[in-house]
């Protein structure tokens, strides 16, 4: 493992950065705990988006009659409700809902042993539109000329505030991630200024034989580095494991989108989130070790 750091990261020359001490597991752990939040974080984004988006297309291009009171049970009725429906401009298909059709959307609240033949359910029409629909404001005073008591719904209520529930779950997310970077750019810049303070007397040896401040910040930023590597590639695969024991509900037919990306996906996110805490960390470690070294006589 320390071949392989040295590798990607260079770390050649004497080790003047000791490898014990409280900082070295502080900087693993501050990057181990990122990466997790950052994978879970991501990942419940990425889920609630996906749910959202559904939801919404379930709502595009579909619309609902209902068709209340004792006009519901007369065919007659749905028959000229139909008849409105397939004379409208915007609207491409027309078809009323079975009778068990009706009866399953109504078991989550009834239960099966309900006798739903005997309630006054309303018949429901299930419309399909054409482009941007009908003119919802006059289809509804046609309907309520002809067939009093029938509603024309093209789920209008619905989508916009989905849309928003998308758009706001996607600024928490990013918001979630924010907090999640600087949390960990603040545990960094601890972890390295505590690692400076208790070497001071390596620090200074280093300079009285020619050691250049330069030097002395690419040894330690290089150690801070290889350290939230290797806590940042542990909390990345103990998300993915995590997430990996989720149910697949797109697998059992509740849902029609995958919530959570394939394998390669969640391989590249995992990678990704990896590669990212040891950037935040280069980039703390950098600002706050060479700001630190001008105070340090």
Request: charged share 15%.
């Amino acid at each position: 493992m320390r071949r392989i750091l040295r590798l990607i990261f260079g770390v050649t020359g004497p080790p003047i950065v000791p490898t014990t001490g409280w900082s070295a597991p502080l900087t693993l752990l501050s990057a181990l705990c990122m990466s997790f939040l950052a994978v879970l974080t991501i990942v419940a984004g990425l889920a609630a988006t996906r749910l959202a988006a559904e939801w919404r297309a379930d709502l595009t291009g579909v619309a609902t009659v209902r068709i209340a009171g004792i006009e519901a049970s007369d065919p007659a009725t749905v028959e000229k409700v139909q008849e409105i429906l397939r004379t409208t401009p915007g609207i491409a298909a027309v078809r009323p809902l079975t009778d068990e059709e009706q009866h399953a959307l109504l078991e989550p609240w009834f239960g099966t042993e309900a006798p739903l033949a005997d309630l006054p359910v309303p018949r429901l029409v299930d419309v399909r539109l054409d482009g941007a629909g009908p003119d919802a404001a006059a289809l509804q005073r046609r309907l309520d000329l002809e067939v009093p008591g029938t509603v024309y719904d093209d789920h209008g209520a619905w989508r916009g505030p989905l849309a928003d529930a998308a758009a706001g779950l996607r600024r928490l997310a990013l918001g979630a991630m924010l907090a999640v970077l600087l949390a960990a750019a603040a545990m960094v810049a601890l972890a390295a200024r505590a690692t400076l303070a208790g070497n001071l007397e390596v620090i200074r040896t280093v300079r009285l034989v020619g050691g250049e401040d330069r030097f002395i910040a690419g040894a330690f930023i290089r150690r801070i580095t290889s350290r939230a590597f290797a806590g940042g590639a542990i909390g990345a695969a103990l998300g993915l494991l995590m997430i990996g024991g989720l149910p697949d509900l797109a697998a059992t037919g509740i849902l029609d989108v995958p919530l959570l990306p394939g394998r390669f996906g969640t391989a590249i996110m995992g990678g990704l989130v990896a590669l990212g805490a040891t950037v935040v960390a280069l980039l703390t470690a950098q600002v706050s070790i060479r700001l630190a070294l001008r105070t340090i006589l």
